[in-house]
Structures are given as structure tokens and as C-alpha cells.
């Protein structure tokens, strides 16, 4: 009968004579780590923006409401007073769709800004990565055709 060959012992040799260098992975890891912390803390940072003015809008509307809402003298003075409250409204709401934008557009930049400096960072670190994992496998090469 014909004998199996045990391809263990011949994996566990080539295995061992192309070591791998895990460096390279952990800071990857903590690259991305690093560029998570940063797009998130952005992110908080908008939507902490966002709630402050979406919460100053809802106090000035409910202000100008208590405007309309208040017993006047003249019957004229019931549609002035939607006339104003329509147009302090629209005015408000200008306003505040534009700061709305200011902020989208400081997330859009500060997010461009980020993800190059990680391309960059992340480009560096493969390269350096592939010099050594190259220099490590012609080692081993040739120290394995000895």
C-alpha cells in the first residue's frame, strides 16, 4: 500500500521560514482607531451644533407665538399679527437652513480633510510594511536555498 504523505511538517517549515510581522497590522489598527475617534468626535461636534440651533429656533418660534396668542384691542390686529408672526417665521427659517449649512459644510470639509491625511498615513505605513515584508521574505529566501 502506498504511504500518505504528512504535508504537516512541510507547512510548519515553510510557515517558519517566511516569519510575519504583525506591527504592521496593529498600526493599521490603530490608525483606523485613531480615524474613527476623529470622524466621530466631528460628528459630535455637528450634532451638538445642530441641536443648539434647532433648539434657538423652537424658542424664538414659541416667542413669536405668545405675540399672536395675546388678546388684542382691534380685530386688525388678529392678522397683522399672523401677517408678522408668517413673516418673522420665514425670516427665521432662512436663517436657520443657512446655519444648518454651515455646519454640513465645516462636517464636509473637516471630513475631506481627514480622510486625506489618513490616505496619506495609511499610504506611508503600507509602503514602509511592503519594503520590510519584502526585505524579510528575500532573507528568508535565501537563507532556505542555503
Given at each position: 500500500?502506498?504511504?500518505?504523505q504528512?504535508?504537516?511538517?512541510?507547512?510548519?517549515?515553510m510557515?517558519?521560514?517566511f516569519?510575519v510581522d504583525?506591527?504592521?497590522?496593529?498600526d493599521?489598527?490603530?490608525?483606523?482607531a485613531?480615524l474613527?475617534e476623529?470622524m466621530?468626535?466631528?460628528?459630535?461636534q455637528?450634532?451638538d451644533k445642530?441641536a443648539?440651533?434647532?433648539s434657538s429656533w423652537?424658542?424664538a418660534?414659541?416667542a413669536?407665538?405668545?405675540d399672536v396668542?395675546?388678546?388684542k384691542?382691534?380685530?386688525?390686529?388678529?392678522?397683522k399679527?399672523l401677517?408678522?408672526?408668517a413673516?418673522?417665521?420665514?425670516e427665521?427659517a432662512?436663517e436657520?437652513?443657512a446655519?444648518?449649512?454651515e455646519?454640513?459644510?465645516?462636517v464636509?470639509?473637516?471630513?475631506?480633510?481627514?480622510?486625506l491625511?489618513?490616505g496619506?498615513d495609511?499610504?506611508?505605513?503600507?509602503?514602509?510594511?511592503?519594503k520590510?515584508a519584502t526585505?524579510d521574505v528575500?532573507?528568508?529566501?535565501?537563507s532556505?536555498?542555503?
Amino acid at each position: 500500500m502506498a504511504n500518505t504523505q504528512d504535508f504537516t511538517k512541510i507547512m510548519q517549515d515553510m510557515m517558519g521560514a517566511f516569519p510575519v510581522d504583525t506591527t504592521a497590522v496593529q498600526d493599521a489598527f490603530k490608525s483606523q482607531a485613531r480615524l474613527g475617534e476623529q470622524m466621530s468626535k466631528v460628528a459630535l461636534q455637528a450634532a451638538d451644533k445642530s441641536a443648539e440651533i434647532s433648539s434657538s429656533w423652537t424658542k424664538a418660534t414659541i416667542a413669536k407665538l405668545a405675540d399672536v396668542s395675546a388678546v388684542k384691542d382691534e380685530p386688525t390686529e388678529y392678522s397683522k399679527s399672523l401677517t408678522d408672526f408668517a413673516s418673522a417665521s420665514a425670516e427665521m427659517a432662512a436663517e436657520n437652513m443657512a446655519a444648518f449649512a454651515e455646519v454640513a459644510k465645516k462636517v464636509q470639509m473637516e471630513t475631506v480633510e481627514l480622510m486625506l491625511a489618513a490616505g496619506k498615513d495609511m499610504g506611508e505605513e503600507a509602503t514602509v510594511a511592503v519594503k520590510k515584508a519584502t526585505a524579510d521574505v528575500a532573507k528568508a529566501a535565501k537563507s532556505a536555498g542555503k
